[in-house]
């Protein structure tokens, strides 16, 4: 498990003092796919590297399996260097290595035996799916090979930690898709803990079973990704999803006492059933059904619905009641605020 406590970093640019991240805390489980999404700026980058302590952070804590490695010395830092293997968005190749030297670099620094690296990296080549350009160099591969190439790289020592530093950022969606589920299957096969950071909401939903929005150096939100998609409370979040647009699509009608406005989040098998048609049965109002849509995370569904509901105010409150009762999250509106 890896904790983050209290964690802290500034830096200082021209006797300004800039605070890249704000009491930061976060809990990784052993074998989580753990995404953290911020736009450009955030300190999400800053974060990752604090992590195996390519930045000094300036306060605060890193706890690898109880271990807090800002107490360790440089030879304690480089054997935990080992277990935590790390992508970048650039692949970061040596040009002159082909792809079988290149995933060997780090096994020869460690100072492994020469049979020994040849049986890792090419078990390591199987599992990227890369066996056939074994002695093919960086210029001759495309860019998802290139990643490929790099992911084989950062598990050469048999790392238990992949830290990936917007790894899918320049690599179109196909290429994304394929290399989200070579790292999925990695997470699956060796329960290696991935922690990705992007600004792409897509790959969190394509991978992540958790996920913690930063925002100007600090943790606004967290939980599971389902959660998340379904349920965003903080603005920076809702901005990530389009649930802004969502809820600004339209201008209401009247909204006066006989009216109520409100947003309806389907859960799962909520999001199959007629419960709109049933609360009108049974209680008598009326709908007016503004803006929605229903999606789905890895499988699991939900559905945002807005609604104006009209009626006197003992229909209204049966409506309202009634809704509570079939497991959505309902928010009531006014004027696109929520006030529940």
């Known amino acids: 498990m890896i904790e983050i406590k209290d964690l802290s970093k500034s830096f200082i640019d021209k006797n300004i003092t800039v605070d890249a991240l704000k009491n930061i805390n976060l809990k990784i489980e052993k074998g989580d796919i753990y995404g953290i999404i911020g736009l450009s700026g955030a300190g999400k980058s800053t974060l990752i590297r604090c992590i195996n302590r390519l930045e000094e952070p300036t306060t ?17 830092i480089l054997k935990i260097r080992r277990r935590i293997g790390m992508i970048f968005q650039s692949f970061n190749l ?9 995933i060997a670099f780090p ?34 591969l ?76 600090e943790i606004v939100e967290m939980g599971t990704t389902f959660e998340l998609f379904s349920k965003p409370k903080h603005p920076v979040t809702k901005r990530f ?39 009108i049965k049974r209680t008598g109002v009326e709908v007016n059904i503004i803006a929605g849509h229903i999606s789905n995370v890895q499988e699991k569904y939900y559905g945002n619905l807005i609604i104006e509901i009209s009626g006197d105010c003992e229909a209204l409150q049966k409506a309202l009641e ?19």
Do not use: W
Not at 123 to 134: A, C, W
Not at 157 to 166: F, N, V
Not at 251 to 256: F, I, L, R, T, Y
């Open 94 to 102: 040596l040009s002159r290595r082909d792809c079988s030297k290149n």
């Open 107 to 140: 096994l020869e620094v460690a100072g492994y035996h020469k049979t020994n690296i040849d049986d890792r990296v090419n078990e390591l080549l199987d599992l990227v799916g890369l066996t056939d350009k074994k002695h093919s160099y960086p210029s001759q």
């Open 241 to 279: 999803l389009g649930h802004k647009s969502l809820e600004g699509s339209y201008e209401s009608n009247a909204q006066g006492d006989n009216t109520r406005r409100y947003k309806l989040t389907f859960l799962q098998e909520s999001a199959r059933q007629p419960i709109i048609s049933q609360m």
């Open 322 to 340: 009634y809704l509570n009762q079939n497991e959505l999250y309902v928010e009531e509106l006014v004027d696109n605020e929520r006030v529940v």
């Open 60 to 76: 605060g804590s890193v706890l690898i399996d109880g271990q807090d490695i800002m107490k360790l010395k440089d030879e304690e």
């Open 142 to 217: 495309s860019g998802g090979q290139k990643q490929r190439v790099a992911i084989a790289r950062a598990l050469a020592g048999k790392a238990e930690l992949l830290l990936c530093d917007e790894a899918t950022s320049s690599l179109d969606p196909s290429t994304t898709k394929s290399i989200l589920a070579l790292l999925k299957q990695i997470n699956a096969t060796l329960g290696i803990t991935i922690i990705l950071i992007t600004h792409q909401m897509e790959v969190i939903k394509e991978i992540c079973n958790k996920v913690a929005v930063i925002s100007e150096g």
